[in-house]
């Protein structure tokens, strides 16, 4: 995933008589670096494997993914003690901001004064944070017709905080802020799903859970001109804790099947829904036709034959009948031996994988694959390919292009001193207050039509005449 400029060309920097203007090459290299920059950021510096596999397997169960992005700061403090400090040095600490001095004493060491200190030296940290969200807490516009929420009216992200929680983030709350939303319902009903209920009560009031919203929401509220903007606004219950304009909505959403005119899109557990309703159903009777060919039914005449004995099917076990027992009881058929429910299943498994591309032969479990030609289990797995390009082409196409767009706005708005990354085995100094602001970007996805040894043989076989 790389940006790519797209502005106009500078005239003062151009030479007319080439085709590529100076402005355009310098931009292309400093493109490039903010493209291995942000990938840095996402893949290095935050736990982009687990990001990325949350974010897919979300899409692949649950409809839509999300991904939020935001800058986090903290405070990095130690203390350092040294001694035999000079007038001069103790004069240049002690006019550093994130230096202060915790313990003082002067002495003469016979050529003038010195100072031995301890310091307390608190440095101000960034980063760029990226975390999975679950689609539960992501309110969006009904009105919102695209995967992407870049462009929506309304987003929302509500989430269970403690009141502790509140106050680490910045907010001066008091202990008994109102919740009027607060539905204990919801907490209890996603820990039910894992067999997870507690009855332990916290009755401290820090503690407490309160229900916060944090929104992004376009209004006219404060436009003299009457155009909607952007504003992020947070508020637990009716009491706003924060207030501002904003350029981005920082959530980036992606769906393996999108449809059109609408934001939630299809998992692959929808496609293949029905299907395992029907397997479950014939596998089910499948069990039960084996059981009836073990212990199958049987017509008795209840005056001749002992129920408690019939009621008990064991090996080698009696049955004690009031005369002949052919008279007294006799074996119902059973229609069915369940070979034909498992032959359904395998058709219906057959469907499965024309929907998802999921097949036997394209994982290489096919004991089958032998017997057949190499020509057409590249057919089969070609097919099975696309559908599985499509999926990869749209999480490219909707998730990682608006994420690549999000962490490169958060960078640029929050990163305010230079940093260094290793880029082609050298360590290079970026500083993103040089950056431009980019609206456009080119996705290169690692996804080609066919595979090697069909691109090798269409090479061979082709002849170009020279000339």
Request: with cysteine; charged share 25%.
């Given at each position: 995933?790389f940006?790519?400029?797209?502005?106009?060309y500078e005239i003062?920097e151009c030479?007319?008589s080439?085709?590529?203007?100076?402005?355009?090459?310098e931009?292309?290299?400093?493109?490039?670096?903010e493209?291995?920059?942000?990938n840095t950021?996402i893949?290095?510096?935050?736990?982009?494997?687990?990001?990325?596999?949350?974010w897919?397997h979300?899409?692949?169960?649950?409809?839509?993914?999300?991904?939020?992005?935001?800058?986090e700061?903290s405070?990095?403090v130690?203390?350092?003690?040294?001694r035999?400090v000079?007038d001069?040095?103790l004069?240049?600490l002690?006019?550093?901001?994130?230096?202060?001095?915790?313990e003082?004493?002067?002495y003469n060491?016979?050529i003038?004064?010195?100072?031995?200190?301890?310091l307390?030296i608190?440095k101000?940290l960034?980063k760029?944070?990226?975390v999975?969200?679950?689609?539960?807490e992501?309110?969006?516009?009904d009105?919102h017709?695209e995967v992407?929420?870049l462009?929506?009216?309304?987003?929302?992200?509500?989430r269970?905080v403690t009141?502790?929680?509140?106050?680490e983030?910045?907010?001066e709350?008091d202990?008994?802020?109102?919740?009027?939303?607060t539905?204990?319902?919801?907490?209890?009903?996603?820990?039910?799903?894992y067999?997870?209920?507690s009855?332990?009560?916290?009755f401290?009031?820090?503690?407490?859970?309160v229900?916060?919203?944090e929104?992004?929401?376009?209004?006219?509220?404060?436009?003299?001109?009457?155009?909607a903007?952007l504003r992020?606004v947070?508020?637990?219950?009716?009491e706003?804790?924060?207030?501002?304009?904003?350029?981005?909505?920082?959530?980036?959403?992606?769906?393996?099947?999108p449809?059109?005119?609408?934001?939630?899109?299809?998992?692959?557990a929808d496609?293949?829904a029905d299907?395992?309703?029907?397997?479950t159903s014939?596998?089910r009777?499948?069990?039960?036709?084996?059981?009836?060919?073990?212990h199958g039914?049987?017509?008795?005449?209840?005056?001749?034959v002992?129920l408690?004995?019939?009621?008990?099917?064991r090996?080698?076990?009696?049955?004690?009948?009031?005369?002949?027992?052919?008279?007294?009881?006799?074996?119902?058929?059973?229609p069915?031996?369940?070979?034909?429910?498992?032959?359904?299943?395998?058709?219906l498994?057959e469907?499965r994988?024309n929907?998802?591309?999921?097949?036997?032969?394209?994982?290489?479990?096919?004991?089958?694959?032998l017997n057949k030609?190499a020509?057409?289990v590249?057919?089969?797995?070609s097919?099975?390919?696309e559908k599985?390009?499509l999926i990869s082409?749209?999480?490219?196409?909707m998730g990682?292009?608006d994420?690549?767009?999000?962490?490169?706005k958060?960078?640029?708005?929050n990163?305010?001193r230079?940093?260094?990354?290793r880029?082609?085995?050298?360590?290079?100094?970026?500083?993103?207050?040089?950056?431009?602001?980019?609206?456009?970007?080119?996705?290169?996805v690692?996804l080609?039509?066919?595979n090697?040894?069909?691109?090798?043989?269409r090479l061979n076989s082709s002849?170009i005449p020279?000339s």
């Amino acid at each position: 995933f790389f940006f790519k400029q797209k502005t106009a060309y500078e005239i003062k920097e151009c030479d007319w008589s080439s085709d590529v203007c100076s402005s355009d090459l310098e931009d292309t290299e400093a493109a490039d670096q903010e493209t291995e920059y942000v990938n840095t950021v996402i893949l290095e510096r935050n736990p982009g494997f687990s990001i990325i596999y949350n974010w897919l397997h979300d899409g692949l169960l649950q409809k839509n993914g999300y991904v939020k992005v935001y800058w986090e700061e903290s405070e990095d403090v130690t203390e350092e003690p040294y001694r035999g400090v000079t007038d001069e040095e103790l004069l240049m600490l002690a006019q550093n901001p994130e230096v202060e001095i915790v313990e003082h004493e002067a002495y003469n060491d016979g050529i003038g004064t010195a100072h031995n200190i301890r310091l307390r030296i608190t440095k101000q940290l960034g980063k760029v944070k990226l975390v999975n969200l679950p689609p539960e807490e992501v309110l969006v516009d009904d009105n919102h017709r695209e995967v992407s929420l870049l462009n929506a009216n309304f987003v929302q992200h509500r989430r269970m905080v403690t009141i502790s929680e509140l106050r680490e983030m910045g907010y001066e709350v008091d202990d008994d802020i109102g919740d009027y939303e607060t539905d204990d319902s919801v907490e209890h009903a996603v820990r039910s799903l894992y067999q997870e209920e507690s009855n332990r009560e916290n009755f401290e009031p820090a503690m407490r859970r309160v229900m916060y919203r944090e929104t992004y929401i376009r209004t006219t509220e404060g436009s003299e001109e009457g155009i909607a903007q952007l504003r992020k606004v947070c508020l637990v219950g009716k009491e706003i804790l924060h207030d501002e304009p904003c350029e981005i909505i920082p959530i980036a959403c992606w769906t393996p099947h999108p449809m059109p005119h609408r934001h939630v899109g299809q998992s692959e557990a929808d496609v293949v829904a029905d299907l395992q309703v029907i397997k479950t159903s014939q596998l089910r009777n499948a069990i039960d036709a084996q059981a009836l060919s073990i212990h199958g039914r049987w017509g008795i005449d209840v005056n001749k034959v002992n129920l408690e004995d019939m009621l008990t099917s064991r090996p080698g076990g009696l049955v004690r009948t009031d005369g002949p027992p052919g008279e007294a009881l006799f074996p119902l058929a059973n229609p069915v031996d369940g070979t034909k429910n498992v032959m359904f299943m395998q058709y219906l498994d057959e469907i499965r994988a024309n929907r998802t591309g999921i097949s036997n032969t394209f994982q290489g479990l096919d004991t089958n694959a032998l017997n057949k030609t190499a020509t057409g289990v590249n057919a089969l797995q070609s097919a099975a390919q696309e559908k599985i390009q499509l999926i990869s082409r749209c999480f490219a196409e909707m998730g990682m292009k608006d994420l690549m767009t999000i962490t490169h706005k958060v960078i640029l708005q929050n990163q305010k001193r230079p940093d260094i990354i290793r880029l082609r085995n050298k360590y290079i100094p970026i500083d993103p207050r040089t950056w431009k602001n980019r609206n456009d970007m080119t996705v290169s996805v690692g996804l080609g039509t066919g595979n090697k040894d069909r691109k090798s043989t269409r090479l061979n076989s082709s002849h170009i005449p020279l000339s």
